[in-house]
């Protein structure tokens, strides 16, 4: 091992880029925990880096499936944390090697990377294929152009993500409730032998009673997906009262119960005033003034993007107002925090800067700043500022000409939607870290509304960025908000930035790898996925067609409707002034309760009321559980939390893998509706 030296201790070489005490003198931090935990020498291992990735690529499959299928996915995190423990316990007791749980925190960073990278893939590359705009080839075909595409979305959003952590994880300590979770997750697994372990075995306890639960509970749904999938209590209410507004509200708008125990878990993690917002934002837009306006005749319904003359549905309409919502919620926060931002800006400055005067064999720039950071990681277990200022140039420059050569893009356009990517993430991020829910859709439409008239006299060109910028925009959003959560896993836990970064970059590689071939795999075997011709398809591709519809309608002549405009003009001052009432005038006693207008926001986006009543049903019941038994509360809501989310996501892994093989759900259709509709 090389040593290196700096004024107060003699480090060594632990992996790449990290340095430990040559004496193995343990971290105040550290020493505290060693009652707990078993000392690791090493943090960054290749084991659990490969064993990582290969974790994440099961989940890169699945999400692929599910992406096409209902337009959602689920992170790599839990599933990377549980089974990567698995793999790895087993592993270190046949090699006779320690195995603690940052080592395990750096298996599921590679996890979260190698799962996370399908976003292109049931979005913006298929719906172009749909629109003709690729011609006449196929992805087989385009093979090299979209592995580029892959490697620039991969590691641009990668390098992207790591000044954010010093806002989000740091200065805001967002909750990140899925992070969190497999950050709880990761200590119960690890805690034995020490003073806490009976804390431990019962949170241990907790956590696979919850996740076999979850994850039972799902599959059965898979089967039954009646009373084991969602309840109609509405429907029914008002078929048995003859009262057809009501079996309407059900059917029509949503208003259902799910046996959702992700968002249970979620919920259970989640502030009520986050919690209640978001209802509130589902509410107003889909349980009030959306059924008021179409039952006028001015909206067409709950979900979808008509074409003009249609106004649009309630979804269509309150995206912009709840787009607004986030972003200047954000912002206005981000301004709040206005003297951690400068210090990370000039940082970054001040490294660039200092880079380019040692090549001129110049005196580095000293640091003035006297800002005092509330980040207490130890400097040699940072990611320096070369490498990510470094990486996101060198990522940058790679995306705009892959853009340019493979997709017409043109350069200025590419670089419009890289700046506009940065602003955008800090709205994903606090929705995520606030709610669990990273609205990439939003994220995206934002960025298809302003390349919606580039100067350019052929539609196939404006269409082309209009999608591809988008596309930009969403993935890095994606990346920024997994990297972040996994960066919030690794501070929970005590791992260090820089191993988290080495396990990241290479489960970005094989991301890169597996995505090109399992979209290749899926088109070949379901043609219907590109051609929106062929009838009958298995895949119903809502987030393909939602975003193929906004680009037609934004660059053929669409617009948006102008009293959605007014209400976006009006909620984006509202928001601002929000934040400023919180942070200058509200006492911190109160905050807590305080309405956060990103979670109504998010709401008025959401067109799918089951979520937000799936996370307050989880809040509810956390508050019962606190009251009748607080310590129990305390010591094991968190591993609770874990193993709902973990379940269901293994579940819709079990779920995938049993429709792929041909396997037939709903066999019993039990509180399905008269025509089975319910449960469709």
């Known amino acids: 091992m090389a040593h290196h030296t700096d004024e107060k201790t003699e480090y060594v070489d632990a992996f790449p880029g990290e340095k430990i005490p040559a004496d193995n003198s343990i971290p105040v931090e550290e020493e505290n925990m060693e009652d707990e935990y078993v000392h690791e020498e090493h943090q960054f291992t290749w084991r659990a880096a490969l064993v990582g990735s290969l974790l994440g690529c099961v989940v890169a499959a699945s999400n692929l499936y599910l992406g096409l299928k209902i337009g959602w996915s689920f992170g790599a995190a839990l599933w990377g944390s549980i089974f990567g423990f698995l793999i790895l316990k087993s592993i270190s007791r046949m090699t006779g090697t320690v195995f603690g749980p940052k080592e395990n925190t750096v298996c599921q960073a590679a996890a979260t990377s190698a799962g996370g990278l399908s976003n292109g893939f049931v979005t913006a ?54 992070p969190r979770a ?7 697994l690890h805690k034995s032998g020490s003073a806490a372990a009976r804390d431990a075995r019962n949170s241990g306890r907790a956590m696979i009673t919850s996740f076999v639960t979850a994850m039972v509970w799902a599959i059965t749904g898979f089967f039954i997906p009646g009373i084991f999938g969602s309840i109609h209590f509405l429907y029914y209410i008002g078929k048995a009262a003859g009262y057809q507004a009501m079996m309407n509200a059900d059917r029509a708008w949503g208003w259902y119960f799910s046996w959702d125990f992700s968002f249970f878990g979620a919920g259970l993690m989640t502030p009520g005033n986050t919690v209640f917002s978001f209802c509130l934002g589902e509410l107003i837009a889909f349980g009030i003034a959306g059924p008021l306006m179409t039952a006028s005749g001015y909206l067409t319904g709950r979900g979808g993007f008509p074409e003009p003359p249609a106004v649009g549905s309630a979804q269509s309409w309150f995206l912009w107002p709840g787009v607004a919502m986030m972003v200047f919620t954000a912002f206005s926060e981000l301004g709040a925090q206005g003297p951690a931002l400068a210090h990370a800006v000039m940082g970054g400055v001040r490294s660039a800067r200092n880079s380019i005067r040692k090549l001129q064999k110049k005196e580095e720039v000293a640091n003035t700043s006297t800002y005092v950071s509330k980040d207490l990681t130890p400097e040699h277990e940072l990611i320096p500022t070369s ?32 700046i506009l990517s940065f602003f955008l993430a800090f709205v994903g991020l606090q929705a995520s870290g606030e709610t669990d829910i990273n609205p990439t859709g ?9 390349f919606s008239r580039i100067p350019n006299p052929d539609i196939r060109v404006v269409q082309k960025t209009n999608l591809m910028c988008a596309n930009i925009s969403a993935s890095v959003c994606s990346q920024a908000v997994d990297m972040v959560g996994d960066l919030k896993t690794g501070h929970l836990v005590g791992a260090a930035p820089r191993a ?28 219907c996925v590109l051609d929106a011709t062929i009838k009958n398809c298995p895949f119903d ?38 934040v400023i009432i919180r942070v200058k005038f509200v006492p911190v006693h109160i905050r807590p309760y305080w309405l956060n207008l990103n979670a109504i926001g998010l709401g008025f986006i959401n067109p799918s009321p089951a979520i937000p009543i799936a996370m307050a ?19 094991m809501m968190y591993s609770v939390a874990a193993g709902l989310i973990a379940g269901v996501g293994i579940a819709g892994l079990a779920n995938a893998a049993l429709t792929i093989s041909g396997v037939n759900g709903g066999l019993v259709r039990v509180g399905c509706g008269d025509d089975g509709v319910l449960c469709n």
Request: proline letters at 5%.
């Open 125 to 178: 590359v298929p719906a172009m294929y749909r629109m003709g705009l690729m011609g006449d080839s196929t992805p087989k075909d385009d093979f090299v152009a979209l592995l580029l595409w892959t490697a620039s979305a991969a590691f641009f959003g990668m390098f992207f993500a790591v000044p954010l952590r010093s806002h989000f994880v740091i200065n805001q300590d967002l909750v990140f409730p899925t």
């Open 617 to 635: 049903v989880g809040w509810i019941s956390g508050q019962i559980w606190k009251r009748v038994n607080k310590s129990s509360h305390e010591n």
């Open 541 to 578: 591709v809502p987030s393909v067609n939602a975003w193929a519809n906004v680009c037609l309608i934004l660059t053929g002549g669409g617009t948006i409707p102008h009293y959605s405009m007014i209400l976006t003009i009006v909620l984006s001052c509202l928001a601002v002034v929000n």
């Open 182 to 188: 497999a950050a709880e997750t990761i200590k119960s």
């Open 387 to 418: 490498w990510w200022v470094g990486g996101l140039l060198l990522s940058g420059v790679f995306t705009i000409l892959v853009m340019w050569f493979n997709f017409n893009v043109p350069v200025y356009a590419t670089i419009g939607a890289i």
């Open 500 to 527: 988290m970064f080495w396990a990241q970059l290479i489960g970005s590689a094989f991301a890169i790898v597996i995505a090109v071939p399992l979209f290749m795999l899926y088109t070949e075997a379901y043609p």
């Open 442 to 450: 939003a994220v995206a439409k934002v960025t298809q509304l302003v």
